[in-house]
T-cell receptor
Framework: DAGVIQSPRHEVTEMGQEVTLRCKPI?????LFWYRQTMMRGLELLIY????????DSGMPEDRFSAKMPNASFSTLKIQPSEPRDSAVYFC?????????????????FGPGTRLTVL | QQPVQSPQAVILREGEDAVINCSSS?????VHWYRQKHGEAPVFLMI?????EQKGHEKISASFNEKKQQSSLYLTASQLSYSGTYFC????????????FGKGTRLHILP
């Protein structure tokens, strides 16, 4: 398997522009997570999906951020309009937790990230 | 509800030992440990489930004290390859399947 795929790897844009980040999870994984990483705040969970359905978006900073998962193999994170404070590395991760009774690992597999710079 | 990690940074010489701590104010189901090298994605090290178990990965091991909601990561006889930022992630009782990560502990190993 190719692992979690993210695109683009780097994005430089000007304030006010729309930015779309893309993620392809590992085939068979039914959970997908979007994280934002900055030096100040560390690794923040923005939103996660289970079986393509958004479960918890409490980490989405404001209405300028939106995320979709139209099918099991694709998700997008959109920022419109973008602002300089949105500059960060955005990671997508996927996992497939075992049944509760199995007590097994639910390791998250991270993509390589998208480094976003908003000027 | 973000777990608190300590110390924030550690500098060691190769072969020395280190302990990284992670504490939460919430009742936990599990604690996860990840390592991230500069410019790369976080990589899973291990998970500890409530029950106070200990686990190991090479010369890296961890414990989980569920009564205190604390976990510790032990790095023994550190190697240059251990350099990076270590994150603990906590999953609360109720298993809502999301992990909240601490701010990380930067570890630098000197030759």
């Amino acid at each position: 398997d190719a692992g979690v795929i993210q695109s683009p790897r780097h994005e430089v844009t000007e304030m006010g522009q729309e930015v779309t980040l893309r993620c392809k999870p590992i085939s068979g994984h039914d959970y997908l997570f979007w994280y934002r990483q900055t030096m100040m705040r560390g690794l923040e969970l923005l939103i996660y999906f289970n079986n393509n359905v958004p479960i918890d978006d409490s980490g989405m900073p404001e209405d300028r951020f939106s995320a979709k998962m139209p099918n099991a193999s694709f998700s997008t994170l959109k920022i419109q309009p973008s602002e300089p404070r949105d500059s960060a590395v955005y990671f997508c991760a996927s996992t497939s937790p075992p049944p509760f009774v199995a007590g097994g690992s639910n390791e998250q597999f991270f993509g390589p990230g998208t480094r976003l710079t908003v000027l | 509800q973000q777990p608190v990690q300590s110390p924030q940074a550690v500098i060691l010489r190769e072969g020395e030992d280190a302990v990284i701590n992670c504490s939460s104010s919430k009742a936990l189901y599990s604690v996860h440990w990840y390592r991230q090298k500069h410019g790369e994605a976080p990589v899973f090290l291990m998970i500890l489930l409530k029950g106070g178990e200990q686990k190991g990965h090479e010369k890296i091991s961890a414990s989980f004290n569920e009564k205190k909601q604390q976990s510790s990561l032990y790095l023994t006889a550190s190697q240059l390859s251990y350099s990076g930022t270590y994150f603990c992630g906590t999953e609360r009782i109720g298993r809502d399947d999301k992990i909240i990560f601490g701010k990380g502990t930067r570890l630098h190993i000197l030759p």
